[in-house]
C-alpha cells in the first residue's frame, strides 16, 4: 500500500463547476498537509498547506483535513479554463527544518476545465 | 525576492554517459535544498536534501549523488546513467517553514 494515495483521473468539468480533489493517507504522523499545482512540463507551485485537522480557505480554493479518516481534499470553486493542470497533494511529519521539505507525494490527479 | 534557477530544460543522454544537473537559489541564505525526481504518471520522489554547505542526505539508493559546492548551489549527478534514470528532476528551497519552492525542472531522458 503507498503511503499516499491520489485518483489519477483524468478529470473534465465544464468552466463553473465545483472540483473535489482527494488523497488518503495511511502515515498517522503526517501533520503538514499542502496541494501543489503543476503545469505541463513546470514545476509545481504551492496552493495552500494546513496543519492538522480542519478547513482553509483562499480565493476559490478551500482546503480541509480529516485526521480520523486520514483524508484531504481540495474543493476549487468557480473552476476556470486557467485551472486546468495537475494537481498534488503531499504530506509531512512535524519536525522542523529539512523535515518539512521531506514530502511524500501523491501521484497527482489531471484536471481539464473546458469553456 | 527568492528566485530558483535550474538547468538545463531538457536533456537527452545516452546510456553510460555521464551527468551534471545544476540549482541555483537567489535572494535567500542557508536554504534547504531538495532534489525530486518525477517518473511518468507518478508522485515526486526525494532523491537527496541538504541543509548546508557540504551535507547531503540520500532517501533512496540509486546512480545518483548530490553536492552542495556553495550555500546556495545543489548538484545532482551521476557517473553512468542508467535507462532507468530518465524522469523529471526538480530542484527546490525551503527555509524553516513547510512551503517547498520548486524550479522549473529537467526533462532528462536517457536511450
Known amino acids: 500500500q503507498k503511503e499516499v494515495e491520489q485518483d489519477p483521473g483524468p478529470l473534465s468539468v465544464p468552466e463553473g463547476a465545483i472540483v473535489s480533489l482527494n488523497c488518503t493517507y495511511s502515515n498517522s504522523a503526517f501533520q503538514y498537509f499542502m496541494w501543489y499545482r503543476q503545469y505541463s512540463r513546470k514545476g509545481p507551485e504551492l496552493l495552500m498547506y494546513t496543519y492538522s485537522s480542519g478547513n482553509k480557505e483562499d480565493g476559490r480554493f478551500t482546503a480541509q483535513v480529516d485526521k480520523s479518516s486520514k483524508y484531504i481534499s481540495l474543493f476549487i470553486r468557480d473552476s476556470q479554463p486557467s485551472d486546468s493542470a495537475t494537481y498534488l497533494c503531499?504530506?509531512?511529519?512535524?519536525?522542523?527544518?529539512?523535515?518539512?521539505?521531506?514530502?511524500?507525494f501523491g501521484q497527482g490527479t489531471i484536471l481539464t476545465v473546458h469553456p | 525576492s527568492q528566485t530558483i534557477h535550474q538547468w538545463p530544460a531538457t536533456l537527452v543522454q545516452p546510456v553510460g554517459s555521464p551527468l551534471s544537473l545544476e540549482c541555483t537559489v537567489e535572494?535567500?541564505?542557508?536554504?534547504?535544498l531538495y532534489w525530486y525526481r518525477q517518473a511518468a504518471g507518478r508522485g515526486l520522489q526525494l532523491l537527496f536534501y541538504?541543509?548546508?554547505?557540504?551535507?547531503i542526505s540520500s532517501e533512496v539508493p540509486q546512480n545518483l549523488s548530490a553536492s552542495r559546492p556553495q550555500d546556495r548551489q545543489f548538484i545532482l549527478s551521476s557517473k553512468k546513467l542508467l535507462l532507468s534514470d530518465s524522469g523529471f528532476y526538480l530542484c527546490a528551497w525551503s527555509l524553516s517553514g513547510p512551503r517547498l519552492f520548486f524550479g522549473s525542472g529537467t526533462q532528462l531522458s536517457v536511450l
Open positions: 503531499a504530506m509531512s511529519e512535524v519536525g522542523g527544518g529539512t523535515s518539512y521539505g521531506k514530502l511524500t
Open positions: 535572494g535567500t541564505s542557508n536554504p534547504n
Open positions: 541538504s541543509v548546508g554547505i557540504g551535507q
